[in-house]
T-cell receptor, first 115, second 114 residues
């Protein structure tokens, strides 16, 4: 199984709502990532978890709160978002550490619209 | 800091013609280099990667890329494109001390005309 799954595929939320994005992989990878991608732009790294610990936070606003409850799951909790947060949110995973084969596998993304 | 430049924002190619997408990187040591493809509204799919060894790497869907250290380049090629190759292509670089930080180029949009 070389798949990263993300739910939901689409999400529309108001600025006062609380919602969560979910990401799951069963490849035994120990690094998981959240990216944000605006239209016609490359993905921008938001967070990295390595061995279930947050290792990189790219100065993301606190209205985005990541969580890694176990080695297969990654959540992104959303609260009080702004319309400019509307984007495609991509999850990825990779073997952590020095393995010589560190490619990232991406999920299909969640298309988020903030109204 | 590592960086990637994709000089071509948009390329149009006739179906059956050859393709070359350019990628230049900036990194102090030997980088890890990747090409990803993204269809509209979809996630990214890895086409190929270079870590070490043979500088000409083969990927999926008939793509290949050549690492040229002297030119800091990692250009993607395909001898004959198909309409299904129309997509956004991203070159990316990671440090050779682990790939926690993957830096993407701005992307090249490929249009195929009949």
């Amino acid at each position: 199984d070389t798949e990263v799954t993300q739910t939901p595929k689409h999400l529309v939320m108001g600025m006062t709502n609380k919602k969560s994005l979910k990401c799951e992989q069963h490849m035994g990878h120990r690094a998981m990532y959240w990216y944000k991608q605006k239209a016609k732009k490359p993905p921008e790294l938001m967070f990295v978890y390595s061995y279930e610990k947050l290792s990189i936070n790219e100065s993301v606003p606190s209205r985005f709160s990541p969580e890694c409850p176990n080695s297969s799951l990654l959540n992104l909790h959303l609260h009080a978002l702004q319309p400019e947060d509307s984007a495609l949110y991509l999850c990825a995973s990779s073997p952590a550490g020095w393995t010589g084969d560190n490619e990232q596998y991406f999920g299909p993304g969640t298309r988020l619209t903030v109204t | 800091a590592q960086s990637v430049t994709q000089p071509d924002i948009h390329i149009t190619v006739s179906e059956g013609a050859s393709l070359e997408l350019r990628c230049n990187y900036s990194y102090g040591a030997t980088p890890y280099l990747f090409w990803y493809v993204q269809s509209p509204g979809q996630g990214l799919q890895l086409l190929l990667k270079y870590f070490s060894g043979d500088t000409l790497v083969q990927g999926i869907k008939g793509f290949e890329a050549e690492f040229k250290r002297s030119q800091s380049s990692f250009n993607l090629r395909k001898p004959s494109v198909h309409w299904s190759d129309a997509a956004e292509y991203f070159c990316a670089v990671a440090s050779n001390f682990g790939n926690e930080k993957l830096t993407f180029g701005t992307g090249t949009r490929l249009t195929i005309i009949p």
